[in-house]
């Protein structure tokens, strides 16, 4: 090239952004009730069975236990509005470094519905 001609092909100075991975979440089953820091995502939660004494003495189990697939499990006491609060025995899936700190602190297992 001549003296005093720069180079007139355009250069790549500007970085290609990197394709972010998703982020994997992993579901855990709380023990404990707890707030999420994060994103957060909701499972479900094992509804309880109900039983009912009969006159005879015995117990008759009026509604069976069973799965309730995307929601969370109710409040323990009536009344309770706690925003953001997920109470215990709801499943949720939590992004894997927020899954190993609450697994560690015992607030909640691993669960395996993934």
Not at 1 to 12: C, I, L
Not at 46 to 74: R, T
């Amino acid at each position: 090239m001549p003296k005093g001609v720069y180079d007139r092909q355009p250069t790549a100075d500007v970085e290609a952004i990197p394709a972010t991975e998703p982020v994997k979440m992993i579901a855990m089953k709380l023990e404990r009730h707890y707030r999420p820091t994060g994103d957060y995502e909701v499972v479900g939660y094992m509804k309880p069975e109900v039983k009912k004494k009969q006159p005879n003495g015995d117990f008759k189990v009026v509604e069976p236990e069973e799965f309730i697939a995307g929601m969370q499990a109710p409040a323990p006491f009536p009344g309770v509005v706690s925003t953001g609060k997920v109470w215990a025995s709801t499943t949720i899936k939590l992004p894997e470094a927020e899954a190993k700190n609450i697994m560690r602190l015992g607030i909640a297992a691993r669960d395996f519905e993934d």
